[in-house]
T-cell receptor, first 115, second 118 residues
Framework: ETGVTQSPTHLIKTRGQQVTLRCSSQ?????VSWYQQALGQGPQFIFQ???????GRGNFPPRFSGLQFPNYSSELNVNALELDDSALYLC??????????????FGSGTRLTVV | AQTVTQSQPEMSVQEAETVTLSCTYD???????LFWYKQPPSRQMILVIRQEAYKQQNATENRFSVNFQKAAKSFSLKISDSQLGDAAMYFCAYRILNYGGSQGNLIFGKGTKLSVKP
């Protein structure tokens, strides 16, 4: 049973629209990261939040933004959707007592299709 | 910038046999972690095995083991006694050792699709 839940599982949006993807981490997991996985590729780091503040960002434009809430949930928002934004979006979390060595717990992702 | 390369897009193995998946990486750091993740059709990334760069001893987890060659920047995964449930995408990942409040993100390779034949 996964400790990270993502919703929705699938989503279809039109180019130019805005989308919000949601992630619920298990209690105590105060670090959350979001990754974009295009078809046939490995996941690419979008950004990371630690205690509700962004503390790391990959090579993604500002129209990708996020929020982390005190209840260990988080959001990924994408504005002005482009066709290339079609991908699997993965949320991953880690608790305060987990060292870097233990990696992240991943959710099953949201499959976003932009048409 | 750190990069991770998996040169085998697809691999196939007979059930009960052994298969090795290759991974090389590029970094100028001396302290880091390496991981192998499995992604079945359910899409969830599952941690298979992990290795600390400062440890010379290769990590082992049941049927899974790694061959870590730090000087060559190579980190291969060996799966022994392959089972049908091992069929999945396998991703090699690198994580820098960060100090302070932030925790380093994962850098993934493009993956290797493993098929297991009965």
């Amino acid at each position: 049973e996964t400790g990270v839940t993502q919703s929705p599982t699938h989503l279809i949006k039109t180019r130019g629209q805005q989308v919000t993807l949601r992630c619920s981490s298990q209690s105590g997991h105060n670090t959350v990261s979001w990754y974009q996985q295009a078809l046939g590729q490995g996941p690419q780091f979008i950004f990371q939040y630690y205690r509700e503040e962004e503390n790391g960002r990959g090579n993604f434009p500002p129209r990708f933004s996020g929020l982390q809430f005190p209840n260990y949930s988080s959001e990924l928002n994408v504005n002005a959707l482009e066709l290339d934004d079609s991908a699997l979006y993965l949320c991953a979390s880690q608790g305060p007592d987990g060292s870097l060595f233990y990696g992240y717990t991943f959710g099953s992702g949201t499959r976003l299709t932009v048409v | 910038a750190q990069t991770v390369t998996q040169s085998q897009p697809e691999m196939s193995v007979q059930e009960a046999e052994t298969v090795t998946l290759s991974c090389t990486y590029d970094t100028s750091e001396s302290d880091y972690y390496l991981f192998w993740y499995k992604q079945p059709p359910s899409r969830q990334m599952i941690l298979v095995i992990r290795q600390e760069a400062y440890k010379q001893q290769n990590a082992t987890e049941n049927r899974f083991s790694v061959n870590f060659q730090k000087a060559a920047k190579s980190f291969s995964l060996k799966i022994s006694d392959s089972q049908l449930g091992d069929a999945a995408m396998y991703f090699c990942a690198y994580r820098i050792l960060n100090y302070g409040g932030s925790q380093g993100n994962l850098i993934f390779g493009k993956g290797t699709k493993l098929s297991v034949k009965p």
